[in-house]
């Protein structure tokens, strides 16, 4: 499936949650005096009468790219040394996710005292379960803004949830207000939907050690 068909299934299955919360800060915004909306409508154009550039194409995506990469890559490195550890196949595909209960779960295609022993290590490695706690929490909007930016970029299409997690202020589009915005979109639209967008409601790390 294309990134094109990706974005326009994930936009449509989530599109109602976020003209829900744009109506809910139409609704509470005060009315502003002419002048201000004068103001407004000078600033929305440039110096040779065109549109001014939307907040979404001003985001710091390199910049949120590098911090999940930080943790991509301690991830990555860690259970790599656990596969030259336990003298597992450097190839082998291994898939890290947190189970209900809390603690984080390792799937493997390996001896199940070796996968259990690993998945004790990585248990008891705080490092390695808040790295893994932020790029569960970063990572899924990360990939969506990038994924958006790159097929405005490329094709002119514009999606109107990334300009509804945007806030014209670019003090309050820290990655950390990104991912909020988009967990709370996330969690008003419900699993059923997000499966038919193409969302995982839940995040897994996977790994193939060759690549």
């Known amino acids: 499936m294309s990134l094109l068909t990706s974005l326009a299934r994930m936009s449509a299955g989530l599109q109602q949650a976020a003209s829900q919360r744009a109506q809910s800060q139409a609704d509470t915004a005060p009315v502003k005096e002419n002048k201000a909306d004068s103001s407004q409508s000078q600033d929305d154009v440039t110096l040779s009468g065109a549109p001014a550039p939307k907040a979404s194409s001003r985001l710091a995506i390199n910049q949120y790219k590098t911090s999940v990469g930080q943790d991509t890559s301690y991830v990555r490195e860690t259970l790599r040394h656990k596969i030259a550890e336990y003298g597992i196949h450097p190839g082998t595909r291994m898939s890290v996710s947190k189970a209900p209960e809390g603690t984080l779960a390792l799937q493997a295609a390996i001896p199940a005292e070796k996968r259990q022993q690993i998945e004790q290590d990585l248990n008891n490695n705080q490092t390695f379960r808040d790295a893994f706690s932020r790029l569960s929490t970063n990572e899924p909007t990360v990939s969506f803004v ?59 790390f996977s790994l193939n050690a060759r690549v």
């Open 146 to 204: 990038d994924t958006a930016m790159k097929l405005n970029k490329a094709y002119g299409v514009s999606n109107p949830l990334l300009d509804s997690l945007v806030s014209e202020n670019e003090q309050f589009n820290g990655l950390g207000d990104l991912v909020h915005r988009y967990d709370s979109i996330r969690r008003m639209v419900g699993a059923e939907q997000l499966e038919a967008a193409g969302t995982q409601q839940n995040y897994a």
